[in-house]
């Protein structure tokens, strides 16, 4: 059971990243600073820089709550007894959802890098989750023969073993074809919600559920996944 002082520093902890989260819809993650933040909570500066010492330690917090949140949602929305494509197309929507409703947030992670910021590998799991539930739903599929048979070929010096690991694993019919097109599918994706929440679809597409769900259902079908 956490120790009073436990408690207050996770309260104290929250309500900081809260405001953190407010300076970024108000000023953007590049404008982000530790001391405005403070001013918000009302504490000094040197008190916020015993939770967080510096600017890109809260970034790196905001950074991996975000990925979380977003991975959080993705599986959630998943599952494993519906069919393939129905299982890709209720996560990209999640996904999607999760952005639309929390659209600075996902600028942080998707948007333009923070200049003078650079993520550390402690973001790299929280990153991987959507990617993990993606590869779920390819292994799965390709498990119960719902892909087309494959050629079992790999090439190393394209798609890394890490990658490889994430993208279903290993198993004949997710050969290297399969794995750049996923690899394709997980980046259009991301590509997709930020031109839709940055403005870029603005005069070309008139539905942009309709278009999303039109979008998704092409790169379930770009992978493989079968429709039944």
């Known amino acids: 059971m956490p120790t009073a002082r436990e408690r207050v520093r996770a309260e104290l902890t929250s309500e900081i990243t809260d405001a953190a989260r407010r300076q970024l819809a108000e000023v953007g993650a590049a404008a982000l600073s530790l001391r405005a933040v403070a001013r918000e909570v009302g504490m000094v500066s040197s008190a916020v820089y015993r939770y967080f010492p510096s600017r890109d330690d809260l970034l790196t917090r905001l950074i991996i709550d975000g990925y979380d949140a977003l991975g959080a949602a993705a599986e959630a929305a998943d599952d494993p007894a ?82 490889l690991a994430v993208l279903g694993g290993d198993h004949p019919a997710i050969d290297e074809d399969v794995r750049v097109r996923a690899l394709l599918a997980w980046s259009a994706l991301y590509g997709t919600i930020s031109f839709e929440l940055f403005g870029h679809f603005t005069g070309s597409v008139e539905d942009g559920d309709r278009y999303f769900d039109r979008a998704m259902t092409d790169l379930a079908g770009l992978i493989g996944l079968r429709a039944r």
């Not at 890709?88 to 998707?110: D, I, K, Q, S, T």
């Not at 989750?129 to 719902?146: C, M, Q, S, T």
């Open 82 to 163: 519906a069919p393939p494509r129905r299982r890709w197309l209720a996560v990209c929507r999640a996904v999607r959802g999760w952005a639309l409703a929390h659209p600075h947030e996902y600028a942080l992670l998707y948007g333009s890098p923070v200049p003078g910021y650079s993520a550390p590998r402690d973001t790299v799991p929280a990153a991987a989750r959507v990617a993990v539930v993606l590869g779920r739903i390819l292994g799965d599929a390709a498990r119960a023969g719902d892909l087309p048979a494959g050629t079992g070929e790999r090439d190393p010096a394209l798609v890394s073993d890490e990658a």
